[in-house]
């Protein structure tokens, strides 16, 4: 399992486009953020051990370093960790009733970011596809907007299952009008120095890229999310 993850990374790091190298390499995030408010809108980071902060220390994870980035910003957000290493898309499909139903508030934002172990196990894209779907229409139904973090497929899986596999992602986020990032780990791809030595995972400091990348996107989404 160990080599194919290794195949299927350097495949994904030839194809993907280099992420530009930030000039310095904390974020702002690492500064000292304002005190959160006990009203401020919750985000929801539903998704696999990409959110859940895979063999990283507490506070070091995407969940929770994207909250000290938008707050430290000026954007007042909290961010609760719903991310669960191994999970593919039909794992999360069963417990996301389960996980809405457990919040303590009701997220202004849910960011989705599944379909990685789909493909790593090369699931068939049409059933990733389906339960994405089902996730995104049962967000739909309770008027909980979403944002996708999207997932692409090794070009050693083959052209026809990179050709069912990549437009999931676009195609789902027009279908239900939510905002899109299209590739998430665009910013660590092929750089060692970022992953865990798994070759999949970002480090800490991996983290603070992809934070960086997106940290706007989803700002922009949650103002129309708070907006609506």
Do not use: W
Request: hydrophobic residues 50%; neutral net charge.
């Amino acid at each position: 399992m160990r080599r194919f993850a290794l195949l299927l990374l350097a495949a994904l790091a030839a194809c993907a486009k280099p992420a530009p190298a930030p000039e310095v390499l904390q974020t702002e995030a690492a500064a000292a953020a304002p005190a959160i408010p006990a009203d401020a809108p919750v985000i929801l980071a539903f998704g696999d051990s990409l959110y859940a902060g895979y063999r990283l220390a507490p506070g070091e994870g995407y969940p929770p370093r994207l909250e000290a980035a938008l707050n430290a910003s000026g954007v007042k957000a909290r961010v609760v960790n719903a991310g669960v290493s191994g999970d593919t898309t039909a794992a999360a499909r069963e417990r996301l009733a389960f996980t809405l139903d457990n919040q303590k508030v009701k997220p202004a934002l849910v960011l989705v970011g599944l379909g990685g172990n789909d493909m790593l196990r090369g699931l068939p894209p049409a059933e990733t596809r389906a339960n994405l779907e089902a996730i995104l229409t049962e967000l739909d139904k309770r008027h909980i907007p979403a944002m996708l973090t999207g997932m692409l497929a090794a070009p050693n899986m083959g052209k026809d299952y990179v050709s069912a596999f990549n437009p999931i992602y676009p195609a789902l986020a027009a279908r239900h009008k939510a905002p899109l990032v299209p590739f998430f780990l665009q910013a660590v791809i092929g750089n060692d120095a970022l992953l865990l030595d798994d070759h999949i995972h970002p480090t800490a400091e991996g983290v603070n890229r992809i934070v960086a990348a997106t940290k706007d996107d989803v700002a922009k989404a949650l103002k129309a999310a708070t907006a609506r």
